[in-house]
């Protein structure tokens, strides 16, 4: 099967699954030794969130998905964090690569120490497309909830301002990395990390209009 065939077939098969399970998210489970597993409570807390304050319907509980799955085309938007190393086969490559030019979509949220590996990671799966930075007027920042400064800063770390990175394909944003953010942390049990009120408000919010982004395009 030549690659126009195959791409056609990713697209289709992309399209049937966005209709079929319109709302439901997942979690990359990936290889290297990075723990995907990290803030266990933070994506049903931003989909109790979407469901309650943006009309969203997404299952409550989010799925798991590795990277060389065929069942990433069964979720429109898949989130991916960690601390520490990720590395993708060739063919996680080429299938996160087919998942993400069919119409998929990809959040990675760096929960501290992923950058140094994600980068390298994602110059193998799109080796000619940068990761660039993302302005505060995109559309992302714009609702349901207002961002006008961009991408919110939650937890700090290396006091470094919080960035928003994208790789865009035919003038879609197909992949957001947040970086120096730690979103995923403020969507966590209040427990967890103690955020005040209005940091755990602010970074739910921000997820809303990710989510949002990803379910009105």
């Known amino acids: 099967m030549n690659k126009l065939m195959k791409n056609l077939l990713f697209a289709f098969l992309l399209i049937i699954s966005f209709y079929g399970n319109a709302q439901e998210i997942a979690l990359l489970k990936y290889n290297g030794g990075g723990d995907w597993y990290g803030n266990p409570t933070a994506l049903p807390n931003l989909i109790k ?3 309650q304050n943006i009309n969203t319907k997404i299952t409550s509980k989010p799925a798991t998905v590795e990277p060389g799955s065929l069942d990433l085309l069964s979720y429109p938007f898949i989130h991916m964090t960690g601390h520490g190393n ?3 086969s060739d063919s996680e490559m080429l299938n996160l690569r087919n998942y993400l030019t069919s119409g998929g979509f990809l959040h990675i949220d760096d929960n ?3 950058d140094q590996y ?3 990671e994602l110059k193998k799966v799109f080796p000619n497309n940068e990761l660039v930075e ?3 007027n995109h559309p992302i920042f714009q609702k349901p909830y207002s961002f006008p400064a961009g991408i919110p800063k939650i937890h700090e770390h290396d006091n470094k301002r919080p960035q928003a990175f994208g790789i865009f394909l035919e003038n879609r944003l197909a992949l957001l990395y947040t970086f120096e ?6 969507w966590e049990d209040p427990e967890v990390h103690n955020d005040p009120k209005e940091v755990r408000e602010k970074a739910l919010k921000m997820g809303a209009n990710i989510v ?3 379910f009105s395009n």
């Open 49 to 51: 969130f979407c469901n």
């Open 181 to 186: 953010t730690d979103l995923g942390d403020g």
């Open 212 to 214: 949002n982004y990803i």
């Open 134 to 136: 993302i302005p505060a």
């Open 112 to 114: 501290y120490g992923m």
């Open 86 to 88: 990720v590395v993708f």
């Open 118 to 120: 994600i980068r390298k």
